[in-house]
């Protein structure tokens, strides 16, 4: 009886398992499809861009079947120059927490000038953030 139950849990493990490698196959089709529909609207995009910005477009649209492209308002990000704060301000914003070092910019700085000073704050101060493993398609060697 035993070896009943070890066999069917074998046999449940494996149809799992072939479930899984079909699904597997399936994402990895779907992503190799996306990546191709990718670069086709990226190359429909880069034609489309410059005609409607030299005819001052913000849409086409195909005439019979009402479908087409149509330009979304820019979005913008604001951003802080924060070289002219005071000393007063710079230490109110560090302990309200919002006093934020740009990574990019700091280890570009770090890199480029090597300073003793930048490495200690970099050791001292960096809070690494949570990572996430990448979830890509393969294809079998």
């Known amino acids: 009886m035993t070896s009943d139950i070890q066999g069917s849990i074998r046999a449940e493990a494996a149809a799992e398992q072939k479930r899984m490698e079909e699904m597997a196959h399936q994402y990895a089709a779907r992503d ?8 086709r609207l990226r190359l429909l995009r880069d034609a489309l861009q410059p005609y409607m910005d030299l005819n001052d477009l913000t849409e086409v649209i195909d ?3 009402g479908m ?12 802080w120059d924060t070289r002219n704060l005071s000393d007063a301000e710079a230490l109110f914003l560090r302990n309200n927490g919002l006093l934020n070092i740009n990574t990019t910019a700091f280890n570009a700085a770090r890199k480029s000038a090597g ?3 930048l490495d200690d704050i970099y050791n001292r101060l960096r809070i690494e953030g949570v990572k996430n493993a990448a979830f890509r398609a393969v294809q079998g060697d």
């Open 32 to 39: 190799v499809k996306k990546k191709s529909l990718e670069i």
């Open 63 to 65: 005439g019979e079947t």
């Open 68 to 79: 087409g492209v149509r330009l979304d308002p820019p979005q913008s990000t604001t951003e």
């Open 115 to 117: 300073s003793i000073e």
